[in-house]
């Protein structure tokens, strides 16, 4: 099983509907990050946690929202999809305990907003 | 704040040939600096990383990357290119006030096409 879980793994809507999207993770992290990647452009960091009562804006947070319901759960919503938010999102964990070991990455959730 | 250029989208080279994919950054602390592969319609996949040790870093599918204090910069670099390398190359820096896997600050990313 992975250790980091984004669902869905695809997802296709229009434009003015709200998305959630979710991650899961089991490996007891308390840091918790959404990216999106765009053609061009990178991945580009929308918002974070570093437990589950902080949580910060990253680069491009507008249009955008989270929830960290547990250490385990930290979920992005888009409250108003737009065709422009068509993106490949992905979550990622860290372990402050650990500062050498990398992030860990979901296998991303793939998005298209007509 | 920091920051990442990779310049150039695209890199081709012949099957055997050398690899070297730029990666310069800009940091006002310490860097942790870090290549990710993103393979076709796959996640990200984790080359290799520097975290303070040794300039120059070794990682997985017989990549390595310098660490160049006076440049400021972070090229990856693999001897004998394969038909397999053939993927999306992101280079990234992390905030180092906040330890080494903190939030991550990526560059453009450069795909690299290798040719028969």
């Known amino acids: 099983d992975a250790d980091v879980t984004q669902t869905p793994r695809n997802r296709i809507t229009k434009t003015g509907k709200r998305i959630m999207l979710e991650c899961s993770q089991t490996?007891?992290?308390?840091?918790m990050y959404w990216y999106r990647q765009d053609p061009g452009l990178g991945l580009r960091l929308i918002y974070y946690?570093?437990?589950?009562?902080?949580?910060n804006k990253g680069e491009i947070s507008d249009g955008y929202s989270v929830s960290r319901q547990a250490q385990a759960k930290f979920s992005l919503s888009l409250e108003s999809a737009i065709p422009n938010q068509t993106a490949l999102y992905f979550c990622?964990?860290?372990?402050?305990?650990?500062?050498?070991?990398?992030?860990?990455f979901g296998d991303g959730t793939r998005l298209s907003i007509l | 704040a920091q920051s990442v250029t990779q310049l150039g989208s695209h890199v081709s080279v012949s099957e055997g040939a050398l690899v070297l994919l730029r990666c310069n950054y800009s940091s006002s602390v310490p860097p942790y600096l870090f290549w990710y592969v993103q393979y076709p319609n796959q996640g990200l996949q984790l080359l290799l990383k520097y975290t303070s040790a040794a300039t120059l870093v070794k990682g997985i599918n017989g990549f390595e990357a310098e660490f160049k204090k006076s440049e400021t910069s972070f090229h990856l670099t693999k001897p004998s290119a394969h038909m397999s390398d053939a993927a999306e190359y992101f280079c990234?820096?992390?905030?180092?006030?906040?330890?080494?896997?903190?939030?991550?600050?990526f560059g453009k990313g450069i795909t690299l096409s290798v040719r028969p």
């Open positions: 990622a964990t860290s372990d402050p305990r650990r500062p050498n070991q990398p992030q860990h």
């Open positions: 990234a820096v992390s905030d180092g006030n906040t330890g080494a896997n903190s939030k991550l600050t």
């Open positions: 946690s570093f437990d589950v009562k902080d949580i």
């Open positions: 490996k007891g992290h308390d840091r």
